[in-house]
């Protein structure tokens, strides 16, 4: 079920961890963010020891360090909210530079600042290293609702259709003269989307007719074997494992 090219945000490559299989990828990024949240925000040191474990996997992995941060840019709203909880904070006041800023509310925007960086830094790591449709077979194999994720399967595939569809709609609006410039144009465009709407349902509905003939009974068949042997579960787990064992330091 791939949309016949890489992802955006995937790097190819040849590396052990694109290797691994996407289950044993899936759990470790989970089982990272786990310990960076369980982690207590006074801790510098361990929010540190973190980043050095994720800098190694890019390394590893041969993703540069400014592919990384180009893609953190999804961060943004984050930090902007964590600069804003020091001067809207109650509590205990300090001033920094002149402003009148919150104690309680600096150690809630380190918080979320450390712990949002080191989350949104492990996602980018296994996007860039891990196509989305096998991320998506990954979830598959770790028993994860069927359902959710052939909805997910297939919003991957047919996003580039839906997009596609939206801009062949824009150009014909535009081929005709119109140009959205105010607020009296907006029934215009509430008729384009309902029509994208019914076309994409559409769609759906002849995409899953012909799913039926082709005998769908409410599963996907896997076709590639992604089963994962214990040194590859051992590999994948190495960083949630050493980020456990830097936080039982300081315990």
């Given at each position: 079920?791939?949309?016949?090219?890489?992802?955006?945000?995937?790097?190819?490559?040849?590396?052990?961890?694109h290797?691994?299989?996407?289950?044993?990828?899936?759990?470790?990024?989970?089982?990272?963010?786990?310990?960076?949240?369980?982690?207590?925000?006074?801790?510098?040191?361990?929010?540190?020891a973190?980043?050095?474990?994720l800098?190694?996997?890019?390394?590893?992995?041969?993703?540069?360090?400014?592919?990384?941060?180009r893609?953190?840019?999804?961060?943004?709203?984050?930090?902007l909210?964590?600069f804003?909880?020091?001067?809207?904070?109650?509590?205990e006041?300090?001033?920094v530079?002149?402003?009148?800023?919150?104690?309680?509310?600096?150690w809630?925007?380190?918080?979320?600042?450390?712990?949002?960086?080191l989350?949104?830094?492990?996602?980018?790591?296994?996007?860039?290293?891990?196509?989305?449709?096998?991320?998506l077979?990954?979830?598959?194999?770790?028993?994860?609702?069927?359902?959710?994720?052939?909805?997910?399967?297939?919003?991957?595939?047919?996003?580039?259709?839906i997009?596609?569809?939206?801009r062949?709609?824009?150009?014909?609006?535009?081929?005709?003269?119109?140009?959205?410039?105010?607020?009296?144009?907006?029934?215009v465009?509430?008729?384009?989307?309902?029509?994208?709407?019914?076309?994409?349902?559409?769609?759906g509905e002849?995409?899953?007719?012909?799913?039926?003939?082709?005998?769908?009974?409410?599963?996907?068949?896997?076709?590639?074997?992604?089963?994962?042997?214990?040194?590859?579960?051992?590999?994948?787990?190495?960083?949630?494992?050493?980020?456990?064992?830097?936080?039982?330091?300081?315990?």
């Open positions: 079920m791939g949309a016949g090219h890489h992802h955006q945000l995937y790097l190819p490559g040849g590396s052990v961890v290797r691994l299989p996407p289950q044993c990828k899936l759990l470790a990024v989970f089982a990272f963010a786990v310990v960076v949240v369980a982690t207590p925000r006074e801790r510098f040191w361990a929010f540190a973190y980043a050095v474990l800098g190694v996997v890019a390394a590893v992995a041969r993703v540069p360090a400014a592919y990384i941060v893609r953190m840019v999804i961060e943004v709203p984050f930090v909210f964590a804003l909880i020091p001067v809207i904070g109650l509590g006041r300090i001033t530079l002149g402003l009148s800023l919150s104690v309680p509310g600096l809630a925007a380190w918080n979320i600042l450390a712990k949002a960086t989350g949104v830094a492990a996602s980018i790591l296994l996007a860039a290293t891990t196509e989305p449709r096998v991320i077979i990954g979830a598959q194999r770790l028993r994860l609702p069927s359902l959710l994720v052939q909805i997910a399967m297939f919003m991957l595939r047919y996003m580039d259709v997009m596609d569809e939206m062949r709609m824009r150009v014909a609006r535009e081929s005709r003269g119109f140009e959205a410039r105010n607020f009296r144009h907006i029934p465009i509430a008729r384009s989307a309902g029509a994208l709407f019914i076309r994409s349902y559409e769609r002849r995409v899953h007719l012909a799913m039926l003939s082709r005998g769908y009974s409410g599963a996907m068949p896997i076709i590639h074997d992604m089963s994962a042997s214990a040194p590859q579960w051992g590999t994948a787990l190495a960083l949630p494992a050493a980020a456990l064992a830097v936080l039982g330091l300081g315990l």
